[in-house]
């Protein structure tokens, strides 16, 4: 499991999904910044941890790794990914942990 599935699942529950999409790549600096992107708050309602693996992207890769997160998912925002396509924020956070791994901070856990 990633870490930032750990930490996403841990008790108390401390992170929201964006929260522990960044602490997982090490971003412990961007967690209080996250506080109010999880639960379809991020921008344009978009996954929070989809966001988060974006921001922590190189602005050129952030597209693609919107594109690789849909490809996955089936949808980018919170409401279609919970109430349409029933997938688990867990898995959420799960792939866009991955895509940190693969086309953002190299510094991921």
């Keep these: 499991m990633s870490k930032a599935v750990e930490l996403f699942t841990a008790t108390p529950k401390l992170h929201n999904c964006a929260q522990a999409v960044a602490a997982g790549a090490g971003r412990e ?3 209080e910044e996250f506080a109010n992107f999880g639960g379809g708050k991020a921008p344009e ?3 929070g941890a989809l966001y988060a693996a974006m921001l922590l992207s190189p602005e050129a ?7 690789k997160f849909v490809e996955f998912a ?3 925002t919170c409401f ?8 688990s924020c867990i898995r959420c956070v799960e792939k866009a ?6 086309f953002g901070s190299k510094r991921f856990n």
């Design 29 to 31: 600096d961007l967690v």
């Design 45 to 47: 309602g978009l996954c």
């Design 61 to 67: 890769c952030r597209e693609n790794v919107r594109k």
């Design 74 to 76: 089936g949808a980018d």
């Design 80 to 87: 279609t990914l919970k109430m349409r396509n029933r997938t």
């Design 97 to 102: 942990a991955e895509l940190v791994e693969k």
